[in-house]
C-alpha cells in the first residue's frame, strides 16, 4: 500500500521552461490537493480537486494549472516557471477528515 | 485572512517536558480537528484528530485538549524525547467541503 505517490522528487528547471508533476493515490481518496511550503509560510493550497474530472483554485493558484482525468492521479503543471515557484510542492487527498501527504517535490527555478 | 492561529512558533523544552501547541479557529464550519507531524525532508503526517463532540483524545503520549465553546484546541506530548523535534501544524476541517485549513506550524526542539 503505497499511499501517496509524487513524482520527481527532486527537479531543477530553468526560468520558462515547464514541467508537470505527477500525484498517485492507491486510497481510492475522493479529494485531492496540491500545496506549496516555502520557509516560514506554512502550507499554502494552490489547487484542488472534490472528485474525478473537477479542480479548483486554492489561494496561491497564479501561475499554475491542474487536471484529474482519473481518480487516482492530480498533475499539477508550471507552464513558463518563474524563481518565485522555486518552492517543496507536497500532494495529499483525503476521504473526509485528515490527510495523506506525499513525501514531497523540492523544485528549484534558476 | 487567517481562520486558524497557532502558537507559539517555536518552542525548545527538555527531554521529558512537556509541550504544549495550541490554536484557536474561528469558522464553526469545521467539524474535524487533525494534528500533523513534519521531519526535515518529509512531507506531514496525520499525529492525531479530534471531533468536536470530544473534549479530550489520547494516543499513546499524544493528547487533543478541545474546548468548543472557546473554540481552541491543543496537542500536549508527554515525556518529550528528542526523537519528537519536528515542526507541528493543527488543521481544522470542513469535511463537507473536503477541505482543511491549516495552522502555520510549531517547530519543536526537545534537548537531551
Known amino acids: 500500500n503505497a499511499g501517496v505517490t509524487q513524482t520527481p522528487k527532486f527537479r531543477v528547471l530553468k526560468t520558462g521552461q515547464s514541467m508537470t508533476l505527477l500525484c498517485a493515490q492507491d486510497?481510492?481518496?475522493?479529494?485531492m490537493y496540491w500545496y506549496r511550503q516555502d520557509p516560514g509560510m506554512g502550507l499554502r493550497l494552490i489547487h484542488y480537486s472534490v472528485g474525478e474530472g473537477t479542480t479548483a483554485k486554492g489561494e496561491v493558484p497564479d501561475g499554475y494549472n491542474v487536471s484529474r482525468l482519473k481518480k487516482q492521479n492530480f498533475l499539477l503543471g508550471l507552464e513558463s516557471a518563474a524563481p518565485s515557484q522555486t518552492s517543496v510542492y507536497f500532494c495529499a487527498s483525503s476521504r473526509a477528515g485528515g490527510y495523506t501527504f506525499g513525501s514531497g517535490t523540492r523544485l528549484t527555478v534558476v | 485572512q487567517q481562520q486558524v492561529k497557532q502558537s507559539p512558533q517555536s518552542l525548545i523544552v527538555q527531554k521529558g517536558g512537556i509541550p504544549i501547541i495550541n490554536c484557536a479557529y474561528e469558522n464553526t464550519a469545521f467539524d474535524y480537528f487533525p494534528w500533523y507531524q513534519q521531519f526535515p525532508g518529509k512531507g506531514p503526517a496525520l499525529l492525531i484528530a479530534?471531533?468536536?463532540?470530544?473534549s479530550e483524545k489520547k494516543e499513546g503520549k499524544f493528547t487533543i485538549s478541545f474546548n468548543k465553546s472557546a473554540k481552541q484546541f491543543s496537542l500536549h506530548i508527554m515525556d518529550s524525547q528528542p526523537g519528537d523535534s519536528a515542526t507541528y501544524f493543527c488543521a481544522a476541517d470542513n469535511t463537507n467541503a473536503g477541505k482543511s485549513t491549516f495552522g502555520d506550524g510549531t517547530t519543536l526542539t526537545v534537548k537531551p
Open positions: 486510497m481510492n481518496h475522493e479529494y
Open positions: 479530534i471531533r468536536p463532540d470530544v
